[in-house]
Structure formats: C-alpha cells, structure tokens
C-alpha cells in the first residue's frame, strides 16, 4: 500500500490499473481526459497490460467496449456529458446484452448553453438504461469504486454494466491523499473475469439477438432482477473489500446522524462532506440535522431511504439535476420510495450546481432553514421557487 | 482550517505550488489532510490562474473554492491589488512576487532566486517563502513533495531554489 496525492481522475486511474482490464476504449472529453491519458501511459509504459484502442468517437467507444466483453475480455471506457448522450444507444445495448463493462463519467453540465462544468444532468438523464449507477464524494472512494464495480458487474447474478460517476472538477481535478492498494491484493479482491456470454467457437451461442414480443419482456424482467439482485452483491463486494483493504463502505447509502434528525438532506456526489459539515454546525445551535448520501442510485435504496427519513420531521433534496416541467430526478426518485413506504412527511426539491455554480456553506444553511420552515416545491438556489408556485401539503 | 489562495498566470506553475503544499503537508503525516485545487476551466496561457490549497487535521470536507485565506501568494506582480486585502483572514498576509516594496504586503525577488537555478518560474521559490513564512511544512516536507510529484531532470533545482528562498526568509 502507498499513498499519493492525487486528484480524482488519476486516483480512478489507479483503481482501473489495478483492476487490469484486457481492453480500453475511449475518447478524450473535459473534464474526464486526464483518465484517459493516465490509462494510455500505463499501457505505454508497460505497468497496465490492457488493449487501448483509440477510437473516433464516445459511440465507437461504447461500441468496441460491448464487442470486447461480448469476446469474454474485462472492458472499460470512460466519458462525460455530451460524450454519454452521444454513446446512449450503446448503453442500451451494453445492458441488454449483459455486458459487464464499467464506465467512469464525469459528472458535467449538458448543452446549451455549452458549458464544460460539473453537475448531474448527464448521468441522470440515463437511469433508465439499464446501468447501475454510482456516485463517488472523494478520490478515494472514486478509487475503491473502480475496483468494487467490476466485482458488483462480473457477478452471475448481476451482469450488468456499473457507470461510476465522480463530479466534474470539483473531484476528478481536484487533489488529495488517496491509499493505493498493492496488486497482489486487487487480484486477491477481483479474479480474471470468466464467462460464458461470449463468442465461443467450441460452443456457438447466440449473443446480442433480436427477441419478439413472445419473449422481449421476459429479458427485461431478468435484466430489472440482475439489477435488483446487485442490491446484496454491493453489501457483499464491500464487505469482502473491507476484509482486504481494511475500507468499510455503507452501502446502497450513507446515513449521517440521521437516528434522532428532524430533518433530514438527501444529497449525492462530493457535496456531501460540506452538508455534513452544515449538519455538525447546526446541531451545535440546537436544530437536530442529519445528511443522506445517496451511493447507488440504481439500483435505487427506497427501503433504505425510506428507512432513514422515517422520525423526520421534514426533508430536503439537493441535487444538481432538473427534469424539466417536473422537478429534480432525484427528488422524483426519493418521493417514490417514502410513498411505498407509507411515509408522509413534507419534503423539498434543490436544485443547485447546475453549470458548475458553487454550492456554499451558507446555501446549505438556508436550505435547512426552508426545510424548517417550508417552501415551494421545487427551488432553484439563489433564485427561488420553480415559478410553479406549487406549496407542499 | 488553513488555507492558501495562489494566484498566477497560466505556465507559472501556480497550482503546482498549490498542489505540492498539499503533498508536502501530508507527506508521511496520517493526521494531516489538504486539498487542493485550480480554478476550474479552459487553461490559456499567460490568463490569470487561481488555485487553492486547504489543510486541516481533520478530513477536508468542503471542496467549494476559499473566500478567505491564510496566505494569498501572488506570483505575478500585476495581477495584485488592494482589493485582495478582502480575501484575508484577519491575521492573512500576502505574499508578492516582486523587485519593488508592496504596501501592506511582504514581497520577495522570486525571480533571483528562479535566475540562479535556471528555473523559468518561481512557483518553488515561492512554495519555499510561503513554507518559512506559514510553518505549516517543514524543508524535508517540501523537499519530499517536489521529489514525488515534479520530473526527475527539474527536481534537483527545484529543491534548490525551495531551500534558498526558505534561507532568504530566516535571514
């Protein structure tokens, strides 16, 4: 084990080392580059032995990733924003095929207004095709992801491609001390990647078929039960990771002093840490906050949110995402999973970091305070209401 | 929390500094953690550069950009102004790159020292003021963060120049 100070992006570099893929394939795109370019130069200086093939697009990257694993090989690619859109056909493709590829996507503003900054509108907009999804806080946990993803991917259970997203900047360039695990102790974790779902000569199968109406649903079925079954196979990945490395990670979540809050954020991504910093101060003013940090929002933890935010008084969202006309993906997401659940408490939609705008310590603060206090529906940081003018009841 | 705002023009090497402080103060110390990073965005050349270095003995959790700093290190001495003065902490200092006297500023001629050891920035010299000045790292830290994290061929003087502009200091 060594530790280095590096940024998000070069310590994903280092987990997809470890992990030893047989093949990349990806096209460079702010802020997600500098992977790529780590990831070249371990195959140029011989300490990563994978295939790097450099394509002319995100859609031929996808595309040589799902042919590769379709050969039996361990696949990566990595995108971000306007790349992932532009690869969307693949992601469907990758996951009805049960390709067990892994993706790193820097999470970042879509166009127009064109804009190369950090938020969520890019990956979110692609929950429903069929990838898990995962969001990093810190280059560490970024690191450790790359490693967990092919072991949560790979598993007969599962086979399902994993999408790890690491916000645009405000991790993947920004700098801290990561562990790097030794090699013998990744292949410990993570074994060479053995199946069956792939070109055989010995014994043809039928790989990446068409199916009729008689039997389409029926791989939709399996393919929502891989996903589902993911849900034990994360606790189990982590569990055998802590074993190995000594790192415990929570699951599909993260709770935060959430036992006795009365209310309750429910964030993702790297802006986490500062909403528990907020919480910490306001229970020192006598206001009982607790901080959800959404870890895997598919398969999505309804019975872990609704869990957590069941003693709340009320709720908050914050995210950097907008389903236009409605309100925050996530929001949408978390309502669904407290109204299964039988919980009825007020709740709030954020919407904040859109474009890369900074969230500060003192937008979280007042974000408390209209959790508090009650607020529109839907709010946008620094401007107010959605205009809907819609008040929770 | 302390933290260093460091202001260049792009090819100075600015957030390299920023980056390296961070290494240096975590550098064989498991209670010590940093942050650091650029000001996010396209990189053009000779453009004014940010970037910012956070250390803590505990995790560092906020990741949003410093408003009020420690240290502010200017490496160019056109990009300061009065208004910086804004940006400090009630006991901050600025630390200026410059042949001429600054008020309310401590100044220093990187760019001797940068000459002496053939260095075309004075991102180290200033890493090496900054470290004197702060006490937040030691020489053998800085030394270690140069040797980690900066090309083979440059270390030797690069570690040059953070040790006599440490030596500048103390005179």
Request: contains cysteine; charged residues 20%.
């Amino acid at each position: 084990m060594s530790k280095r100070f590096l940024s998000g992006n070069e310590a994903f570099a280092e987990g997809i080392r470890l992990a030893r893929p047989d093949v990349i394939s990806a096209y460079p795109i702010t802020p997600q580059t500098i992977v790529v370019e780590r990831l070249s130069e371990m195959v140029e200086d011989g300490s990563l032995k994978s295939d790097f093939i450099h394509v002319e697009s995100e859609h031929s990257a996808l595309s040589c990733a799902i042919g590769a694993s379709a050969a039996g090989a361990r696949a990566f690619t990595a995108t971000s924003s306007q790349g992932l859109l532009y690869m969307a056909e693949c992601l469907y493709y990758a996951s009805g095929g049960r390709f067990p590829i892994v993706m790193m996507n820097a999470d970042r503003s879509t166009a127009l207004p064109w804009n190369i900054y950090g938020d969520q509108r890019d990956s979110l907009s692609q929950l429903d095709s069929g990838w898990i999804q995962v969001y990093a806080e810190n280059a560490q946990e970024a690191l450790d992801l790359a490693l967990m993803s092919w072991r949560i991917a790979e598993d007969g259970r599962v086979s399902t491609p994993v999408m790890v997203n690491l916000d645009g900047f405000v991790l993947t360039h920004t700098y801290e001390t990561v562990e790097i695990p030794e090699q013998t102790q990744a292949d410990s974790f993570l074994p060479r990647y053995v199946t069956e779902n792939r070109v055989d000569f010995d014994n043809p199968k039928n790989l990446a078929f068409s199916a009729g109406p008689d039997t389409n649903y029926i791989f939709k079925y399996k393919a929502h039960q891989g996903m589902l079954a993911a849900k034990a196979v994360v606790t189990e990945t982590e569990s055998a990771f802590a074993d190995i490395f000594g790192r415990q990670y929570s699951g599909l979540l993260e709770n935060y002093r959430t036992e006795d809050a009365d209310y309750i954020l429910v964030t993702l991504g790297s802006i986490a840490g500062l909403c528990r910093e907020t919480a910490d101060r306001l229970r020192e003013q006598g206001i009982r906050a607790g901080v959800v940090r959404i870890r895997y929002m598919r398969p999505f933890p309804n019975e872990e949110i609704a869990a957590a935010l069941r003693n709340a008084k009320a709720f908050g969202v914050l995210e950097k995402d907008i389903s236009f006309g409605n309100e925050g993906t996530v929001f949408t997401n978390v309502n669904s999973a407290l109204q299964k659940a039988g919980v009825r408490i007020p709740g709030y939609d954020f919407i904040g970091g859109l474009g890369g705008r900074n969230i500060s310590a003192g937008d979280i603060e007042q974000i408390y305070t209209d959790i508090q206090n009650g607020t529109q529906s839907v709010n946008f940081i620094g401007i107010g209401g959605d205009g809907n003018g819609k008040q929770h009841s | 929390m302390k933290e260093i705002i460091w202001l260049g023009r792009g090819g100075q090497g600015a957030f390299t500094a920023a980056k390296l402080f961070g290494a240096a103060y975590t550098a064989g110390n498991d209670a010590h953690y940093a942050l650091s990073f650029p000001s996010f965005g396209p990189e053009r050349r000779g453009a004014p550069v940010r970037a910012f270095t956070k250390l803590d003995e505990k995790p560092v959790l906020d990741r949003s950009q410093t408003e009020q700093a420690d240290y502010i290190v200017v490496l160019d001495d056109t990009l300061y102004t009065p208004a910086l003065q804004e940006q400090l902490k009630p006991d901050g200092r600025i630390i200026v790159n410059s042949k001429a006297p600054i008020a309310g500023t401590f100044t220093f001629d990187g760019e001797a020292v940068a000459a002496e050891f053939r260095l075309p920035t004075v991102n180290t010299v200033m890493l090496g003021i900054v470290s004197a000045l702060s006490g937040y790292i030691t020489e053998e830290q800085a030394v270690s963060a140069v040797e980690g994290y900066m090309p083979e061929k440059i270390q030797a003087r690069n570690t040059g120049a953070v040790k006599l502009a440490r030596e500048a200091v103390r005179k």
